[in-house]
């Protein structure tokens, strides 16, 4: 699959594919009907499917100091794309330039005459230009003036509820990673690479891989039951610690992920780790023989939890 930059002409080949627009962070149900509309369409017509999605999130651009919220990276929706059957991805930089466009010089300059757009595939949410001002009745009025075809995907609904990205964040936020994942249709994973560390879990008989949380949102902190992938592609069971290891000090905000029958050197490499259950909250021990205790059995959970999934 290849990345396409926004803020240029597509390549030849790519010109007059059915587009899907949106941000598509997380890429839960609701933005896979939308991709898989235009995947579908694109196909019935013989042309390319592109996925076009945003970077900055417009909303980091427009409050810089909000606190993090994205569930997925770059990367991240580049392969659950491709596996959605899109034949690239278009990246739109958000910055002042694509910010000030009007709705119909988005549609004229950018759709049009950048990307010459066969069509454009939306949720019947979807906004665009300056302001906000375009919505999804504005996109049709202009493609029939420019010359592309529209469709609006309405929501997707699971339990009686809008299945969308601020629910997912919520049941993340209260330690509901398999309600999260319902939406998803798949665990909420965080991608890193893997940072050398002051080698405590190594010590306890935990050897763990630490990774940053960066620009993820913040699930609840606490001990998870997990599943890493590694660089070449084995999925191992693990369990974690997310959170600022209230034990130590200083504090610092980790991922710490202890693979199940692993040895191995995993410093530099990128993995990426799902979370599959929430165990307990973080908490801090008075003795590492206490913490060594409850590790032992947070293992034996995790080991269990991961058996039945």
């Not at 369409?41 to 076009?52: L, M, N, Q």
């Not at 940072?195 to 306890?204: D, N």
């Amino acid at each position: 699959m290849q990345r396409l930059d926004g803020g240029s002409a597509v390549p030849p080949p790519f010109r007059g594919a059915i587009v899907a627009l949106g941000n598509f962070d997380g890429f839960h149900l609701g933005h896979q009907a939308v991709v898989g509309r235009a995947v579908a369409d694109a196909h019935a017509a013989g042309r390319p499917a592109i996925v076009g999605t945003f970077d900055p999130h417009p909303r980091r651009y427009f409050q810089p100091q909000s606190e993090h919220f994205r569930l997925t990276t770059l990367d991240q929706r580049q392969r659950l794309f491709a596996e959605a059957g899109a034949d690239a991805m278009l990246v739109f930089p958000f910055d002042a330039a694509l910010a000030s466009l009007s709705a119909h010089a988005f549609a004229a300059e950018r759709l049009v005459g950048a990307y010459g757009v066969g069509g454009v595939v939306t949720g019947i949410d979807f906004t665009f230009g300056k302001a906000r001002q375009g919505d999804v009745a504005m996109l049709a009025a202009l493609g029939e003036e420019l010359g592309f075809s529209t469709v609006a995907v309405p929501p997707v609904a699971l339990g009686g509820e809008t299945v969308s990205s601020s629910r997912i964040r919520e049941h993340l936020k209260a330690g509901r990673p398999r309600d999260a994942a319902a939406l998803l249709t798949r665990p909420f994973a965080i991608e890193g690479v893997v940072e050398g560390g002051a080698k405590l879990g190594r010590q306890l008989g935990y050897p763990t891989a630490n990774m940053r949380l960066t620009h993820y949102l913040r699930p609840a902190y606490g001990i998870y039951a997990v599943r890493g992938r590694l660089a070449d592609g084995r999925v191992l069971d693990g369990v974690a610690n997310l959170g600022i290891r209230p034990s130590f000090d200083p504090p610092v905000e980790l991922l710490e992920s202890y693979f199940f029958d692993f040895s191995g050197d995993l410093y530099g490499q990128t993995i990426e780790v799902s979370l599959i259950d929430y165990l307990r909250p973080e908490a801090k021990f008075d003795s590492l023989d206490a913490l060594k205790i409850q590790m032992d059995a947070d293992a034996a959970r995790a080991r269990e939890s991961l058996a039945r999934t």
